[in-house]
């Protein structure tokens, strides 16, 4: 992490801090001629170059820092409130003055790594000098969005290497900064179209660090936000390399522990690559289906909503592509015993577009569901998941009444077959033991005979469970069956959806830990870097 001097940027004497204090007591002169006025805000530019001390020995120079806090205040509302502010003199003094005093070397994380990680409960690290830090983060913000500001000028101090040094304060913890971060990237983003490139492949370099060697990094989220502002204004078509970054960088970011930390933020990206292009659903919906999660239960509800948000935008020639692998996954998650999963999956029954692809592919769709909504409207544990079961039930039902009758047909014989085989298992198990008995050359002593007889009991155990669980295996006619099972989806349904809560939060419960009140408050008190801008607007 590099770190900055005085000394790097020019500054080869050092005011007192005496005459610091006086020198920053000056105040504006509206009367000043411009030239004056222009000198005395170099000053202040470099009279805020000088640091102190806020984490090993927060009470010292506590009258100096109280005074730095003034003229870094005074200094934004001169910027804000005054035009032709901003000449040719004041860039560089502008620059040097940031990145004096925000660019540093970050302290290690405090806060646990990967999956351990929790931002409902593990409290953010709060930066110690943000007193100073967010005056001087509000000043380069005016800086950039005065009307003053040229970047033809600006380029000659904000390249390259100042891009990097602002990418690496993004792993701070103090999520104040990161926001002000942000917006102050995005805003060179937009005005400076030599480093839009470089920023775009630093930040690439970011996520693939994140992904495949640390899985810990702060302002992955705000990094995601800018790309998703970012993506939006994409021309199209898409150039290679943006189709490059959305499948090499984007999908993997999946597969991180930590997702549930800036999952949103992916999502929306996405999405936006989607709708920019729809022949890229195929690869990212087969991306997805890879890196499904296994056992992460809270991961598998944040891949089904943002499989939802991509079949809301797909397109119908796209749907088709990928309706097999993806009602193949749909059904696992419907048989998931942790219900939040089922009721996600199952919920998708509740959205019109989805239900008018499944419709019009439904001799595909409807074979590959209906075992396990079948299966699992018997057995699973959780009452809920039961009216949803049913109602999708009816919902295929009402779609294609045709298809539905050969799907129970077929459902039944599969099982009938299912049970013939357990039953020929059993018979030949039977066979072996009588003819283990009848062999006078074999002689089992007494607990050798009680190990196999408990072996042999367990199995038919199991075979009778199995055989149990399945409710459509009887002699009655098919007719029959299929009229019961129409009658028991139809009434199942309606009294499922009376009491279900279409619009339940899935949330996961907090657990009370005690909170710490300092920053509990100054989180609170935060403002947002837009609503500086905003205020700004409203000023001039």
Request: charged fraction near 25%; glycine fraction near 2%; hydrophobic fraction near 40%.
């Amino acid at each position: 992490m590099r770190s900055y001097s005085l000394l790097q940027f020019g500054f080869n004497n050092l005011l007192t801090k005496s005459s610091w204090l006086t020198c920053v007591l000056w105040l504006w002169s509206s009367d000043a001629p411009p030239m004056e006025r222009e000198e005395l805000f170099v000053q202040k530019l470099r009279q805020c170059c000088v640091l102190f001390d806020f984490v090993s020995d927060p009470l010292s120079d506590l009258k100096y820092k109280e005074v730095k806090r003034a003229g870094l205040n005074e200094m934004v509302e001169y910027i804000t409130h005054n035009s032709d502010v901003v000449t040719e003199s004041i860039y560089p003094e502008a620059v040097i003055m940031f990145s004096v005093n925000l660019f540093r070397t970050l302290p290690p994380s405090s806060n646990p790594t990967g999956a351990e990680f929790d931002p409902e409960e593990d409290e953010p690290t709060l930066e110690a000098a943000w007193p100073h830090l967010q005056l001087v983060y509000e000043f380069f913000l005016r800086f950039l969005e005065s009307p003053d500001f040229q970047p033809n000028i600006a380029k000659k101090y904000i390249d390259q290497k100042f891009v990097m040094s602002l990418l690496e304060l993004f792993d701070s913890e103090d999520p104040r900064e990161r926001d002000f971060l942000k917006t102050i990237l995005h805003r060179i983003y937009g005005k400076f179209l030599g480093l839009r490139a470089y920023i775009r492949r630093q930040i690439n370099n970011i996520f693939y660090r994140f992904i495949y060697e640390t899985e810990h990094h702060n302002g992955i989220a705000e990094l995601l936000e800018i790309l998703g502002s970012i993506i939006n204004g994409f021309a199209l078509p898409l150039k290679e390399e943006h189709k490059m970054f959305l499948i090499r960088v984007l999908l993997p970011l999946h597969k991180v522990k930590s997702l549930s930390v800036y999952h949103p933020q992916l999502a929306y990206c996405v999405v936006q690559f989607l709708e920019k292009d729809s022949s890229l659903t195929e690869p990212v919906i087969m991306g997805l289906l890879k890196f499904w999660p296994k056992t992460h239960s809270p991961k598998e509800v944040m891949f089904l909503n943002e499989l939802e948000e991509i079949l809301d935008v797909i397109e119908p020639s796209e749907f088709v592509k990928v309706q097999e692998p993806l009602f193949r996954q749909l059904a696992k998650c419907v048989s998931s015993p942790h219900f939040q999963v089922a009721e996600r999956a199952l919920y998708y029954w509740n959205n019109e577009y989805i239900m008018s692809l499944i419709s019009d592919n439904a001799a595909k769709i409807l074979p590959i569901m209906f075992p396990a909504l079948y299966k699992n409207s018997k057995s699973h544990w959780n009452k809920t998941i039961h009216g949803l079961i049913y109602n999708a039930l009816k919902l295929f039902m009402e779609m294609n009444q045709k298809l539905f009758d050969d799907c129970t047909q077929q459902y039944k014989a599969e099982k009938q077959k299912e049970k013939y085989k357990l039953k020929e298992r059993e018979e030949i198990w039977h066979k072996i033991e009588e003819l283990a008995r009848q062999n006078p050359q074999v002689c089992f002593s007494p607990d050798r005979r009680r190990k196999c007889m408990s072996t042999l009991l367990q199995y038919m155990i199991y075979s009778d469970s199995t055989v149990a669980v399945f409710s459509m295996e009887t002699e009655t006619p098919t007719a029959e069956d299929i009229q019961l099972l129409k009658k028991t989806v139809a009434s199942e349904a309606s009294q499922g959806m009376k009491d279900l809560k279409k619009d339940k939060a899935l949330m996961r419960r907090k657990s009370e830990l005690p909170q710490d009140v300092y920053t509990i408050k100054a989180l609170e008190a935060h403002k947002r870097a837009e609503e500086y801008l905003t205020a700004n607007q409203e000023a001039l």
